[in-house]
């Protein structure tokens, strides 16, 4: 797994990028997408959590944001280290910048990433639920995202978290 200089993840964050990223190459293969919209997928896996061992305060110099709570922060940042490389995608820059919340305004790329970081295998819990909705990914692309981010609110509510704007916004785009 190649990651860019800037990079700062531990071995277990590393780990956790080459579950997902594997998901996102076995969908993307079972889906047979071409190959441009592969490398996307796997771009999206790979840099979504290339930041996510920064210290905070580095994290909050980089994106500016003294108020979101900390583990909302390296998704912003990670887009933000790309486009100061001359990464221009929109869709994977989103797909990045929002995959801790959410966005209505998400292609294909970014859904997919917040389902893999959600399913993928090495999480504890609802292993069964998750493993099945892992499988059904490629051929029930859409209805499998409403049950994920429909997990994910559900989680929320249950342990009396914040819900943040854009997660409400993108439960309401889907209905």
């Given at each position: 797994?190649?990651?860019?200089a800037?990079?700062?993840?531990?071995?277990?964050?590393?780990?956790?990028?080459?579950?997902?990223?594997?998901?996102?190459?076995?969908?993307?293969?079972?889906?047979?997408?071409?190959?441009?919209?592969?490398?996307l997928?796997?771009?999206?896996?790979?840099?979504?959590?290339?930041?996510?061992?920064?210290p905070?305060?580095?994290?909050?110099?980089?994106t500016?944001?003294?108020?979101?709570?900390?583990?909302?922060?390296?998704?912003?940042?990670?887009?933000?280290?790309?486009?100061?490389?001359?990464?221009?995608?929109?869709?994977?820059?989103?797909?990045?910048?929002?995959?801790?919340?959410?966005?209505?305004?998400?292609?294909?790329?970014?859904?997919?990433?917040?389902?893999?970081?959600?399913?993928?295998?090495?999480?504890k819990f609802?292993r069964?639920?998750?493993?099945?909705?892992?499988?059904l990914?490629?051929?029930a692309?859409?209805?499998?995202?409403?049950?994920?981010v429909?997990?994910?609110?559900?989680?929320?509510?249950?342990?009396?978290?914040?819900?943040?704007?854009?997660?409400?916004?993108?439960?309401?785009?889907l209905?």
């Amino acid at each position: 797994m190649t990651l860019p200089a800037w990079a700062q993840v531990s071995e277990k964050r590393l780990a956790h990028i080459e579950r997902v990223t594997m998901l996102l190459n076995t969908w993307a293969a079972a889906m047979r997408l071409p190959r441009e919209q592969v490398l996307l997928w796997l771009d999206a896996g790979r840099l979504h959590d290339a930041v996510r061992d920064m210290p905070t305060e580095e994290l909050r110099a980089l994106t500016g944001d003294r108020q979101s709570p900390e583990g909302l922060l390296h998704g912003p940042a990670a887009a933000l280290m790309l486009e100061r490389e001359g990464e221009s995608r929109r869709e994977l820059l989103d797909a990045i910048r929002y995959h801790t919340v959410g966005s209505t305004s998400w292609g294909m790329v970014g859904k997919a990433l917040y389902m893999a970081d959600f399913l993928e295998p090495g999480r504890k819990f609802a292993r069964t639920d998750r493993q099945f909705l892992v499988g059904l990914v490629p051929t029930a692309f859409d209805a499998v995202f409403g049950q994920v981010v429909r997990m994910r609110l559900e989680w929320a509510v249950r342990e009396g978290n914040y819900i943040f704007p854009e997660t409400v916004s993108l439960w309401n785009n889907l209905r």
